[in-house]
């Protein structure tokens, strides 16, 4: 299947993998699609499976406290999606097969919204677009490149909300002097990315 030829409106009726029979809805994106920064998450949670919208449960109500310190507004500023639609149940990690199955979902939107900046947030979604296994302590705030886009892995907020010291130097400083990085980036000017 490729991508090109997706409709995102066909992905609440996607059947590709087994979490569509568990799962209650399909969870595309919430936020801009015009937005020049995409944030990409590993897989909706309960309160995503249940609303329908990603990040909207306590981590994405950490990440959006984040967003804000650092100027950017998660409605305005972003488009926000993860690389597997459907809550895995137990919220158990996302398998292999389902990240392939859910890929093509995740390439379409890539093209539609052709993002200036990818933020990953946490180890899945690193691996899922960089192809970089694990290490988030040594990747997070360090660019990459994919595809001629710039991209800042950071840590996943449920990692935040299991490490909540407001010490300098802890993973909630580090992962907003990274935001801070990326509201940066984007107002560069568009040579920079180049
Ligand atoms: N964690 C994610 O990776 N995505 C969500 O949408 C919610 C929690």
């Known amino acids: 299947m490729s991508a090109a030829t997706l409709d995102l409106a066909d992905c609440s009726r996607c059947d590709s993998c087994d979490l569509a ?5 399909v969870v595309v994106s ?13 897989a909706p ?4 499976d249940a609303t329908g919208q990603p990040f909207v449960g306590r981590s994405g109500q ?13 409605e305005r500023d972003l488009y ?3 690389a597997v639609k459907c809550r895995p149940p137990g919220n158990r990690r996302p398998r292999k ?5 859910c890929r093509p979902w995740l390439d379409r939107q890539l093209e539609l919204i052709k993002p200036r900046v990818i933020v990953l947030t946490g180890a899945t979604a690193v691996e899922a677009i960089l192809g970089i296994k694990g290490g988030m302590t040594q990747l997070r705030g360090q660019w990459q490149s994919w595809n001629g886009r710039a991209v800042m892995p950071i840590f996943h907020p449920s990692y935040l909300l299991r490490n909540p010291s ?3 130097g ?21 040579s920079a990315f180049n």
């Open 62 to 74: 950490a990440l959006n406290r984040l967003l804000l310190e650092v100027g950017l507004s998660p």
């Open 80 to 82: 926000i999606c993860n």
């Open 97 to 101: 097969s389902e990240l392939s199955a």
């Open 30 to 42: 919430r936020g801009n699609p015009q937005a020049r920064l995409m944030l990409i998450g590993e």
């Open 21 to 25: 029979l568990t799962r209650q809805q």
């Open 166 to 168: 407001k010490a300098a």
């Open 170 to 190: 802890a993973p909630l400083d580090l992962t907003r002097q990274d935001l801070a990085a990326v509201q940066q980036r984007l107002c560069e000017p568009w």
């Open 45 to 48: 949670g309960a309160r995503e």
